[in-house]
């Protein structure tokens, strides 16, 4: 029996807790084909495909691959049936030579079963050669530059003579001339039956090099049609095609002067010449797909990370950030993206965790005031109905979403201005998070300026007065709430195009 | 509803957190129970209880510096190092004219000023080492791995490597003497470890501490000058280790270049026995002195039974495994 389709998933169904990451998906792909994953941050095309290559173990559904039903349980038994994936985040060894990272855990052996650096090195010259690569086998991985790297990625997925080769945004890091190389390399793959799953964010790429996209939304299968039938403005509204059901409560506020103005501001490839206004009152949300460069905005406006250049100007008078210590100084706060690496500390009581980033307020002399302490957190505590058995708890042993509530007190303790807030609902329950938009709907109603940096759609569009939309590092463009629709973000989030005038 | 959450914060209490939290103070009694039924009661005479405690002193000043280092998620492997430089130049300068070898001859200083100079070498030295790990991101093991040699041969260039003996005795008074009844040292590992515990517990350094080891990012975005604090802590851990030399040296009446070779794995075991932990942020003076008074507690009391020094060093290496695995249990 013939099959045209390489692989088969079918009914594939995971779930997380609390979130239901892929409600009984399918993706069949042919052999020979280029087949693209389109959907928008979280649509689960990341778990889906670490599902196939044996990462997670599906709680339902079948896989056919070559003709036959596979159980994949691990990365192993993935690559040994012949599927490789080129991961977004890249994992090589970086005091190891290219040629020993390319066959890592497969080293060629030569006599005495001692691995062969000779034969290493010449497979990969070979390898190298047919795929047109420049780059020594001898060299050092940590001596290579980030789109060398990617390069040897890609040729060291392609090493394993996979049947299906998984590339997951191997585009992002990489310069024109190289993508283009690598488009090539894929129409090769292609014209001798290799099967080819494409993740990207880049709509001019998707039509470029795809046969067939299948499109998913929130965990689900939305549509599976080839390239010729799609156009962009089809393709963005069955990504975003999403009824808004969550409702916030967005309260009215009254807008005032402009407290920040930023201008040309630049910080590596990721901050690049961004430039706009924050007004007190206002909620200015910061759109974007994964990668464009709205964390580093937030960050180099902190202070986390030193300007390139650029001007910043708070209640009309430039001010010079370079640390943390000086945004604070501004009025500035920043709530950031990840609690658990940069946000609590998880072992200190909620108190501390509360406390540490108004100190010198309440240690004027260096001792602390802890009765005043213990009144300001007591107060935050009501103020933001937060669920702990005591400010003594360890903050570790708090949900998610008290965790969230701790860290916005954190910085309503220093009394900012400006309030930057990444990410202010990530992996928290649906309670908690309409109690967090509240929060910030009445601070803003105080007077604050907020700036808020969200991937969940329905939250930058019910939340924001503004929306800065950004596209690799640059504003795409700034859109007022009358005008802020799914689709005009997403038109801006994947770049400027003829069609988005 | 505020009433409510508020009462009840104050009326509930955790007993099995109060067990958890005090478990150390529990071992700490059960060793001196034990140790006085199987002595007939001699461990328990109020002379030998005195003299646990003197010997301990060191010990304990030392791991009351170790402890804002561990807090950190650092070590200061030099201590035992800087207990040597302290007490041989504060030793140097409480020679009395009969030594038949003196350093400076003819020079008389009071004592305090001999005092002074010791804690001056200590700090400055762990002021270098937390220069070295704020400045140049050198990890604590390594910088205070390689201020462990360096302060050992100051020590010794400085004494020709020989111990500096006949000092005064008023220099000799704080480590032999008494006040009102009580040994100095115990008055002095008292004062440290009254002044660490509100420097960690009432003021803003001690906060940054416990920030800095919960969670170093956060804390830098919180707007904690890290490097400041890294380069006071590690001066502060100098400064006791000087305190500490200074007391050794004057307990012998002699400044030897060799004092202290391995008291900071002591110290360190002492602090760790306490509950400090190295995945850094926990953490507390009480615990350290209670840890090195288990330390001196097992000493004296296998002393006291006559078990072979070779014995004493398996079972202390046992108590030292056996104090960690319980405190990874009660983290759990």
Redesign the interface.
């Known amino acids: 029996m013939t099959d045209e389709y390489l692989l088969r998933m079918q009914g594939i169904d995971k779930i997380f807790p609390g979130v239901h990451a892929l409600d009984h998906v399918d993706l069949n792909v042919r052999a020979g084909t280029v087949h693209s994953l389109m959907g928008e941050n979280g649509a689960g095309k990341s778990t889906l495909m670490k599902v196939l290559i044996g990462m997670y173990t599906p709680d339902d559904g079948t896989i056919v691959f070559d003709g036959r039903e596979v159980q994949i349980n691990d990365t192993a038994t993935g690559l040994g049936l012949g599927i490789s994936m080129i991961h977004q985040e890249l994992s090589p060894v970086p005091e190891m030579t290219v040629a020993e990272n390319i066959w890592l855990g497969r080293e060629p052996k030569g006599a005495l079963g001692l691995i062969s650096r000779r034969a290493m090195n010449t497979a990969t010259q070979e390898l190298f050669d047919k795929w047109e690569i420049r780059i020594s086998p001898t060299k050092l991985m940590k001596d290579l530059s980030i789109a060398q790297t990617q390069m040897v990625e890609i040729a060291k997925a392609i090493s394993f003579d996979s049947k299906l080769i998984i590339m997951d945004e191997p585009t992002s890091a990489i310069t024109e001339t190289e993508v283009a190389h690598l488009h090539r390399m894929i129409d090769q793959l292609r014209s001798t039956g290799t099967a080819i799953i494409y993740i990207t964010h880049k709509m001019d790429e998707v039509f470029k090099i795809s046969d067939d996209i299948t499109v998913f939304r929130d965990g689900k299968h939305v549509a599976t049609l080839p390239a010729s039938e799609l156009d962009r403005d089809k393709l963005i509204t069955l990504m975003v095609g999403r009824e808004l059901t969550q409702m916030f409560p967005k309260l009215e506020a009254e807008i005032g002067e402009v407290i920040l103005s930023v201008e040309h501001l630049n910080r590596g490839h990721l901050v690049r010449d961004v430039s706009f206004a924050l007004r007190r009152g206002e909620i200015l949300g910061f759109a974007g797909l994964m990668g464009a460069g709205r964390t580093e905005v937030l960050e180099t406006l902190f202070g986390v990370h030193k300007a390139d250049s650029g001007t910043i100007t708070i209640n009309g008078a430039p001010v010079t950030i370079s640390q943390p210590k000086d945004a604070i100084a501004a009025n500035m706060a920043l709530l950031t993206e990840d609690r658990k690496l940069t946000g609590i500390m998880g072992v200190l009581s909620v108190r501390d965790n509360m406390i540490m980033a108004a100190l010198p307020k309440y240690s004027p002399n260096g001792f602390l005031n802890r009765r005043r302490i213990e009144a300001d957190c007591q107060a935050q505590r009501e103020a933001l109905a937060l669920k702990t058995p005591s400010l003594n708890q360890l903050i570790q042993n708090l949900s998610g979403g008290n965790q969230q509530k701790v860290l916005i007190s954190r910085w309503l303790l220093t009394l900012p201005d400006i309030l930057m807030i990444d990410e202010p609902t990530r992996g928290i329950d649906v309670g908690a998070k309409s109690e967090i938009h509240r929060l910030m709907s009445m601070l803003a109603q105080q007077g604050k300026a907020i700036i808020m940096v969200s991937s969940e759609m329905p939250e930058v569009l019910g939340m924001s007065d503004r929306v800065v939309v950004m596209h690799e590092g640059t504003v795409s463009g700034i859109v007022e709430r009358a005008d802020a629709t799914q689709e005009r973000i997403m038109q801006l989030a994947t770049g400027p195009d003829a069609t988005a005038a | ?2 009433t409510a ?2 009462a ?2 104050r009326t ?1 209490f955790d007993t099995s957190g109060f067990i958890k939290k005090y478990a150390i103070v529990g071992i700490l009694l059960l060793f001196v129970i034990l140790l006085s039924i199987l002595t007939g009661g001699s461990f328990l005479q109020p002379q030998n209880l005195i003299n646990v405690i003197r010997q301990v002193a060191a010990i304990g000043i030392i791991a009351t510096g170790m402890t804002f280092v561990i807090i950190i998620k650092g070590i200061d492997l030099s201590v035992g190092s800087i207990v040597a430089v302290a007490a041989v130049v504060s030793s140097s300068l409480a020679q009395t004219p009969q030594a038949s070898v003196i350093m400076y001859p003819g020079l008389h200083v009071p004592v305090i000023v001999s005092v002074l100079a010791g804690l001056a070498a200590g700090a400055l030295l762990g002021l270098i080492n937390g220069a070295l790990i704020a400045g140049f991101g050198i990890a604590p093991f390594i910088a205070t791995l390689g201020m462990m040699t360096a302060a050992r041969g100051m020590a010794l260039i400085y004494s020709g490597g020989r111990p500096i003996s006949r000092l005064s005795p008023e220099f000799n008074w704080i480590g032999q003497g008494d006040l009102l009844w009580i040994p100095v040292p115990i008055w002095i590992l008292a004062i440290v470890a009254v002044v660490a515990h509100v420097m960690l517990n ?4 001690g ?2 501490t ?2 800095l080891g ?2 170093e ?9 890290l490097n400041k604090l890294k380069i006071g802590i590690f001066a502060l851990s100098g400064l006791l280790a000087g305190l500490a030399g200074i007391l050794l040296a004057s307990r012998i009446g002699s400044g030897n270049p060799q004092l202290g070779t391995g008291i900071e794995l002591d110290a360190i075991t002492a602090a760790v026995i306490g509950g400090t ?1 190295f ?4 953490g507390t003076i009480w615990g350290a002195v209670v840890g090195a008074l288990i330390i001196g507690v097992i000493n004296n009391g296998m002393d006291l039974l006559n078990i072979s020094p070779f014995m004493q060093q398996v079972v202390k290496g046992v108590i030292i495994v056996l104090a960690i695995i319980i405190d990874e249990r009660k983290n759990r």
């Open positions: 509803m505020s959450t508020t009840d914060t509930k009432f003021t803003r350094f906060r940054h416990y920030a919960g969670n990012q956060a804390a830098r975005v919180s707007g904690i000058g932990s995945n850094g942020g926990i």
